[in-house]
Antibody
Framework: EVQLVESGGGLIQPGGSLRLSCAAS????????MSWVRQAPGKGLEWVST???????YYADSVRGRFTISRDNSKNTLYLQMKSLRAEDTAVYYC???????????WGRGTLVTVSS | SYVLTQPPSVSVAPGKTARISCGGN??????VHWYQQKPGQAPVLVMY???DRPSGIPERFSGSNSGNTATLTISRVEAGDEADYYC????????????FGGGTKLTVL
C-alpha cells in the first residue's frame, strides 16, 4: 500500500528544535518530489518546503534559514529539521508527494507541533 | 508572491450545484488544483490541471479555469461533500513556490 506516515511532533518551547520524520511505503522517496505542508489550528494550508529527486530544495519565506528538508534513501524517509521555533510555527505538519512540480497527490495524516512555553 | 483568493464559505442545499471560486491574477494561464479536507483528516486531491479528476472522485466534481477565476463545481451536492476546499497553483520555474488559497467551507444545508 502506498502511504506516508509522519512522526516526531510534540510540545516544544520557543527557540527550540525538532525533527519531523515521514516514512514512505509503496514508492521510493529518492525518486519522488516530496514536500511538507502545514496547517495552523483553524487555519488554511501553507506550503513549507520541497525537495526534488535530484536534491534541490525550496523553502517558504517564513521558514527559510530555520528549517531544513532532507531525506534518507536507505530508510525511505523524509525529514524536516526545524530550529529557532516560534509560536507561529504551531501547526499540523503534513508530508506529501508532489506530482511533477504541480500538485500533491498523496498526503500523510500529519503530526502536530506545538510551540509554547 | 502569487495570491489566491477564495470565499470563506459557500452554502448549498442537497441536490443543488455548488460553485467554489478561486481568484488570481491571470490564473487562467496557470494550472489549478483542488483539495477537499474534512474535519480531522488530511487533504485529498479532487481535481488537478484545472479539470482532471483523480480516480475515485465522482463525476459530480468538475473544474474550469479562465481569465482571473478558477471554479470547482460540485453537482447534485450530497451531505458527504461538506468540507473545506482549497485551490492551489505552482508559482513558476523562476519562483519555486506552491501557493494555496485560503480555503472555502462548503456547508450543505
Amino acid at each position: 500500500e502506498v502511504q506516508l506516515v509522519e512522526s516526531g511532533g510534540g510540545l516544544i518551547q520557543p527557540g527550540g528544535s525538532l525533527r519531523l520524520s515521514c516514512a514512505a511505503s509503496g514508492f521510493t522517496v529518492s525518486s519522488s518530489y516530496m514536500s511538507w505542508v502545514r496547517q495552523a489550528p483553524g487555519k488554511g494550508l501553507e506550503w513549507v518546503s520541497t525537495i526534488y529527486s535530484g536534491g534541490t530544495t525550496y523553502y517558504a519565506d517564513s521558514v527559510r534559514g530555520r528549517f531544513t528538508i532532507s531525506r534518507d534513501n536507505s530508510k525511505n524517509t523524509l525529514y524536516l529539521q526545524m530550529k529557532s521555533l516560534r509560536a507561529e510555527d504551531t501547526a499540523v505538519y503534513y508530508c506529501a508527494n508532489l506530482r511533477g512540480t504541480w500538485y500533491f497527490d498523496l498526503w500523510g495524516r500529519g503530526t502536530l507541533v506545538t510551540v509554547s512555553s | 508572491s502569487y495570491v489566491l483568493t477564495q470565499p470563506p464559505s459557500v452554502s448549498v442545499a442537497p441536490g443543488k450545484t455548488a460553485r467554489i471560486s478561486c481568484g488570481g491574477n491571470n490564473i487562467g494561464s496557470k494550472s489549478v488544483h483542488w483539495y477537499q479536507q474534512k474535519p480531522g483528516q488530511a487533504p485529498v486531491l479532487v481535481m488537478y490541471f484545472d479539470s482532471d479528476r483523480p480516480s475515485g472522485i465522482p463525476e459530480r466534481f468538475s473544474g474550469s479555469n479562465s481569465g482571473n477565476t478558477a471554479t470547482l463545481t460540485i453537482s447534485r451536492v450530497e451531505a458527504g461533500d461538506e468540507a473545506d476546499y482549497y485551490c492551489q497553483v505552482w508559482g513558476s520555474s523562476s519562483d519555486h513556490q506552491w501557493v494555496f488559497g485560503g480555503g472555502t467551507k462548503l456547508t450543505v444545508l
